[in-house]
């Protein structure tokens, strides 16, 4: 298939040589319709009437060696592309293409698609006609459960539906034949994906068109799915679909199934079946999935209402109503689905959370934040108090240390004398001879007198 919608893309071409009557009447050939197609191969008034027959007859293209098919299905293309409409003859030619050629069981199913595909190719990009092609060439893939091929072309929907301007009951139907081609081959994850785009193309605001028989289909389909698949465990996107609303008017025991899964426990999951005993098995879905699923999500509840970040083992067993030496392997199933984060304490017998994911996110959800965004607040306030006091404290002490320092300093210096001393009581020698004392000037010798004795 093309690559992608481009303003000044071109076709594809096919390397055909020959006139109109030359070509047709060698496709009659492969297609043992020589006999009706020559005599009116030569008058190009009756050229339409030609490709009538010739793709009337195209069938038997699945007849003719592998080796031959490529060409064969390339010229019936070029000859198809010269009708004044060619999208008269198409939907004819796309069907016989379908067929994979029994002569080649292993390669048909690929020259069967290298066909379409190429047909595809050769309408200009513009042309609504590609949107019918690629419709047929879906259904193929579904037939074969081949959404892998599909799988790189899916980004460029959009931009086909802006240059075909197309309207929402046919984006609508292909999103669901791409939701068919996806389930086919067991990738629900994008059936589902699909599924919400083509439920997204009724009108909001037309309640005859949210209540009709295929908006209810579709919506119901995409509950039940959501419900069975062991992976999609938030609903929030499904419920706030207009169809799938619309269901609490049209089909108000869905609307309450998906309520109780969306933000309910596995206690109301009970009591709704017992309160509509039967319902489970007549619609197709499995109880032992169900249960498991509710059994997670009242898991993910349970620890996104404990404000204290800490679950017993046994309310974890009451509220999953299981047997206690089961809490630590829905603990390690409920890590797993990703809906909680935490550590499982097998001394305290308690699971301490660290992360858990909010089912739903309402007024009850916010005002809980709000709580804990102020309990928060608060504690970061007093921490932050604690720090500035700290902080103070340090400064004090450095600064006392710091006085401290220089009286040591200014009492050292005084004790030197003012610094005018030669080195701190030492004298020349090195000696120390104790406290520094002046010299005294010699007395003057005198007489005793005998007064004096």
Known sequence: MAAGSTQNAQPQLLFVD?????????????????????????????????LTKLVRASAALNSVPEKEFTAASNLMIHLVMQAEEPKRH??????????????????????SL????????????????????????????????????????????????????????????MYVDIA???????????????????????????????????A???????????????THLLFNDLRSIPGVQNLNETHPVWAQLLDIFAEQDLED????????????????????????KMRLLTFASLGAQTTSRRIEYGAVARALQIPSEDVEMWTIDVIRAGLVEGKLSQQDQAFLVHKVTYRVFGTRQWQELATRLNSWRGTL???????????GNARAQKEREMQELERKVQGLDSGNGGGGGGGGGRQRGGRRDGPHREPKEPREPRLRTEDED
């Open 90 to 111: 198409l939907p004819a030619l796309c069907q016989a293409f379908a067929k994979p050629i029994p002569s080649s069981p292993v390669n048909g199913v690929n020259l």
């Open 381 to 391: 306030a007093n921490l932050l108090d604690v720090v500035r006091k700290e902080e």
């Open 114 to 173: 290298n066909a379409l595909t190429t047909v595809f190719n050769l309408i200009e990009p513009k042309n609504p006609i590609r949107f019918n092609v690629f419709s047929a060439i879906l259904k193929f893939l579904k037939s074969h459960a081949m959404f892998d091929v599909l799988q790189p072309y899916l980004k460029h929907i959009p931009a086909w539906f802006e240059d075909w301007n197309t309207g929402d009951e046919f984006q609508r139907t």
């Open 180 to 214: 068919d081609v996806a389930a086919e081959a067991g990738h629900a994850e994008d059936s589902f994906e699909y599924l919400l785009k083509a439920l997204r193309t009724f009108d909001a605001d037309d309640k005859e068109e949210l209540g009709s028989e295929e």
């Open 216 to 230: 209810q289909e579709l919506s119901l389909r995409a509950v039940k799915e959501a419900l069975l698949s062991p």
């Open 269 to 292: 999951y009970k009591d709704f079946n017992d309160e509509h005993e039967g319902f489970i098995e007549q619609e197709g879905l499995d109880d032992d999935k169900l249960l498991r």
């Open 18 to 50: 020959g006139t109109f009557a030359e070509l047709a009447t060698e496709m009659a050939e492969y297609l043992n319709v020589v006999d009706e197609i020559k005599p009116l191969a030569e008058d190009d008034s009756k050229r339409d009437e030609v």
